[in-house]
């Protein structure tokens, strides 16, 4: 920490000495004609609900930054020239909107996308996005959402990419570049909000800072390194304090040791949580806590326009502590270019376009995981096929959680594409719903499903979960299919007729007794407008399945937190353990052994993360660690994989290590690298990754004298190694070991 201090030092001794920027000189010169209320009102974004009229009154007075929610070229260019040409100072709005999984054309919700494993399709998707929002005026989009959530309850497991760290930092910077230039990124919620107890929303989180580093924190910093222009407070309290108050997030870290600039705005209304948090003991003490901490921008709370003039009127406030945060939203808006062209164009190109069309059926594709298959999938020509399920023709629902503005009239539904594209007049496709949502627990109509199924070849079993059952406050205490759901499956089961069973969800869902039963499985989160054509394609074979689970599946609720790069424990469960059915009566307490498990199931996950299936298979050979010549403590780590099946593909190539000793307890698997590869069917394709010892460090601490000091450093040890096509290594036929 002395070190980082230090550096900061320097930099900014280096920084006073280096001449002005366009930029700065523009900001400083604006900044010095301000009056206080005038600091103060860009400090404002103003809540969507306000009346409009008194909403347009604050924006001639000067008196909003920000405009949330306002979607429309004209309605947009409206207030803006109300900024522009009826303010004293003429500063442009920003106008604002949560545009999470695409704006209009909707691409699968982010753990979706993290499910491709392809970070190149998803840049491209966030592209398309920033475009269709910039052409309806918004130019500050709150995403991408880059906590790492281990907890499948948590119903903002959605919203993110996976439990993965280094996996979530690589779609943070993905998305980040798609994004900017068009609209600003803003990367949420920092920090520690995935970690809630009990997977509850806004729930208080405990986590230790090495875990915090090692952890939760990198794929902030590889959103900001890829130029993210912004950041949003969390609102949950970390370690007992709100992240809108925490001065060691926004400042040590984001502003010193980061030495970011990005805009740090707060949360919905997280800075007057400070009261219920029980932090602060009304509004006005939020507000001195907030402006403390250096949070620069007040979303929706008006605890800045309330208070902040009387702070410092009162000296409790420097005005100087203001205009750092007016600086930050001055040069947010000089970056964007809104003080040159603060107008949008009202001959908006039209959205939906083919390539949005194409990328969003390509990434529905390729986020979908194919977890079981007996060899029904891809089916045969001339099937007489039921689609029954709550999901198969659910236009809003495929959606997914926040969707503003796509519009549910162009989804194409299951049901839609196999419609469409059956061009052969003999073909049978029959629709029988059985239930009508997630939820629907009436199974009167099961015995109509059943009389249809019994004429059928095949059964696909559209279920899971509907949109609003995962997202912003929408936690689950149980991780099973809603509804009848699960008496449906038990129905189509008994009819001897193969089901393949297709899931909709938004997190990894319970699904083990289904699993046996069904033929095959392919579990997608919720896969946005294209979901069904995307569907169609992967069961029918047109396209070959190549998504991978971000997340690991839970066997069941009780397990969770359960997360591949977990620590290993002294007493690890090797043997299978002693269930609770099969405990002798009586038995001596310490007679069964004494080792890490529950018993009602072993530790191991229903699915593994990083796994999934194809419609052919590969072969690992050849797999070869070499020193880097030249390059202290640097390998090569290469392999080569083949496709041995009959079927053209992309396989997703990952790289594992696993510290063995050390200062302290490292996880039993870490990703540190992987690559989606395309590789025709019969040819071999070599994969090459470099290990540095900087992927190897982690965060240490020690205390000394009760004070705490946290270092990154790499330690002196024994790793092991694998390539391998998920988590569990296990196909892998070597450990290869290198020693730093
Ligand atoms: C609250 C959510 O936590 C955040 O993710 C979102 O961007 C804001 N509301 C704005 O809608």
């Known amino acids: 920490m002395v070190c980082i201090a230090v550096l900061s030092v320097m930099l900014s001794v280096l920084c006073s000495c280096t001449p002005q920027s366009e930029e700065d000189r523009f900001i400083d010169n604006l900044l010095s004609r301000m009056t206080l209320e005038e600091k103060i009102g860009q400090m404002n974004q103003l809540d969507p609900s306000w009346d409009s009229e008194v909403k347009e009154q604050l924006i001639r007075e000067g008196k909003v930054g920000s405009v949330f929610n306002i979607v429309g070229a004209e309605q947009v260019n409206r207030l803006q020239r109300m900024a522009v040409e009826q303010t004293r100072l003429g500063i442009p709005l920003v106008a604002a ?58 119903g903002r497991i959605a919203e993110g990419y996976g439990e993965d760290t280094y996996l979530a930092s ?26 809630s107890e009990g997977g509850r929303d806004y729930n208080t989180t405990w986590i230790p800072e090495t875990l915090l580093r090692d952890v939760y924190l990198p794929p902030f910093k590889a959103a900001l390194d890829a130029g993210a222009m912004s950041v949003m407070c969390s609102f949950n309290d970390l370690n007992g304090l709100p992240s809108s108050a925490n001065h060691h997030l926004n400042v040590d870290i984001l502003r010193d040791e980061w030495q970011s600039d990005a805009l740090l705005v707060s949360d919905w209304g997280s800075g007057s949580d400070l009261v219920p948090h029980g932090l602060c003991a009304d509004k006005k003490e939020a507000a001195l806590r907030c402006i403390n901490a250096r949070m620069e921008m007040d979303m929706q709370a008006n605890i800045y326009t309330d208070y902040l003039a009387e702070l410092v009127r009162e000296k409790k406030v420097d005005e100087k502590q203001i205009d750092v945060c007016v600086r930050s939203i001055l040069r947010m808006k000089y970056r964007l270019g809104l003080f040159e062209h603060p107008y949008v164009s009202e ?50 629902e495929q959606l997914g959680t926040w969707v503003f503005d796509g519009e549910p009239d162009h989804s194409v539904t299951p049901l839609n594409a196999f419609l469409t594209h059956t061009d052969n007049p003999d073909a049978h496709i029959r629709m029988v719903a059985g239930l009508s949502y997630s939820r629907d627990r009436n199974t009167t109509r099961f015995a109509e499903v059943e009389r249809a199924a019994r004429e059928a070849d095949v059964i696909l079993f559209f279920c899971g979960e509907e949109a609003i059952l995962s997202g912003e406050a929408r936690c689950r205490a149980d991780l099973n299919l809603p509804g009848a759901q699960a008496e449906m499956m038990d129905m189509l089961s008994a009819t001897g007729k193969p089901v393949v069973m297709v899931v909709m969800a938004g997190r990894p869902l319970t699904i083990g007794k289904q699993v046996e039963q069904a033929d095959a499985v392919l579990y997608t989160f919720h896969g946005g407008t294209m979901a069904g054509q995307a569907l169609y394609n992967l069961l029918t074979g047109k396209a070959v399945p190549s998504g991978r689970t971000p997340v690991t599946f839970p066997k069941m609720v009780g397990q969770v937190p359960l997360y591949y790069n977990r620590h ?173």
């Open 97 to 154: 909107r949560d545009v999470i999984h695409g704006f209009r054309t909707i691409y699968p919700i982010p753990l979706g996308q993290a499910a491709s494993w392809n970070t190149g399709l998803v840049e491209q998707a966030a592209r398309l996005t920033a475009q269709e929002a910039a052409a309806e005026g918004i130019r500050w989009t709150f995403s991408p959402m880059v906590d790492v959530a281990r907890d499948p309850r948590w």
């Open 170 to 195: 690589a779609f943070a910077a993905a998305a980040t570049r798609g994004y900017q230039p068009s609209i600003a990124a803003c990367v949420k919620h920092f920090a520690g909000y995935s970690a």
């Open 347 to 396: 001959q908006k190109p039209a959205p939906y376009s083919e390539q949005a069309l194409v990328t969003a059926t390509q990434l529905a594709e390729e986020s979908a995981i194919l977890l079981k298959n007996n060899g029904i999938l891809p089916l045969r020509d001339n099937l007489r096929i039921l689609l029954c399920g709550p999901m198969a023709d659910q236009p809003k």
């Open 568 to 740: 290993n424990t002294g007493r690890p469960s090797y043997d299978p353990p002693m269930l609770i059915d099969s405990i002798p009566v009586g038995c001596p307490q310490f007679s069964i052994g004494q080792s890490s498990y529950w018993l009602e199931t072993p530790t191991e996950p229903l699915f593994p993360f990083g796994y999934g299936l194809s419609y052919t298979t590969f072969m690992y050979n050849d797999i070869e660690v070499l020193p880097v010549e030249g390059q202290a403590n640097h390998y090569t780590v290469s392999c080569c994989i083949t496709n041995t099946g009959d079927r053209d593909a992309s396989e997703t190539v990952q790289l594992y290590t696993r510290q063995l000793s050390g200062d302290l307890v490292r996880p039993i698997r870490e990703l540190k690298g992987f690559e989606k590869i395309h590789i025709p069917a019969g040819e071999s394709r070599t994969v090459r990754f470099t290990l540095t010892p900087e992927q190897l460090a982690y965060w240490h601490e020690r205390k000394d004298n009760c004070e705490s000091r946290v270092w990154l450093a790499t330690d002196t040890a024994l790793f092991q190694v694998w390539i391998a096509p998920d988590s569990r290594c296990a196909t892998v036929p070597d450990t290869l070991r290198i020693n730093l």
